[in-house]
């Protein structure tokens, strides 16, 4: 499977921007997937995920400012994120995983938040 993101980009503090992650297949109704960001010499992180059966959970320090979601008819995933801060800065991913899929990522896609 192939996962296309997309929809990131500038903005200023306190703006929003809503990320997309489509995948080449039924993909993401049937596993669990999420979103991750990587910093400038940071370590990968998870920022949010979403279980097949709709489950969510997300980073600490994006509570109540990011939400994931899925349409599971265009077998899409997004991350609204609202409330950017300068230290949202980073090449965001989208990732899904499946007992008999394996793991997957998308390419990344650049969100920078100005101060």
């Known amino acids: 499977v192939q996962l296309q993101a997309s929809g990131g980009g500038l903005v200023q503090a306190g703006g929003s921007l809503r990320p997309s992650c489509a995948a080449s297949r039924r993909t993401f109704s049937i596993n669990t997937s999420g979103w991750y960001r990587q910093a400038p010499g940071k370590q990968r992180e998870l920022v949010a995920g979403i279980s097949s059966g709709g489950s969510t959970n997300y980073a600490g320090f994006v509570k109540g400012r990011f939400t994931i979601s899925r349409d599971n008819a265009n077998d899409t995933v997004y991350l609204q994120m609202n409330s950017l801060k300068p230290e949202d800065t980073a090449v965001y991913y989208c990732?899904?995983?499946?007992?008999?899929?394996?793991?997957?990522w998308g390419q990344g896609t650049l969100v920078t938040v100005s101060s």
């Open positions: 990732n899904v995983w499946g007992p008999l899929l394996g793991t997957h």
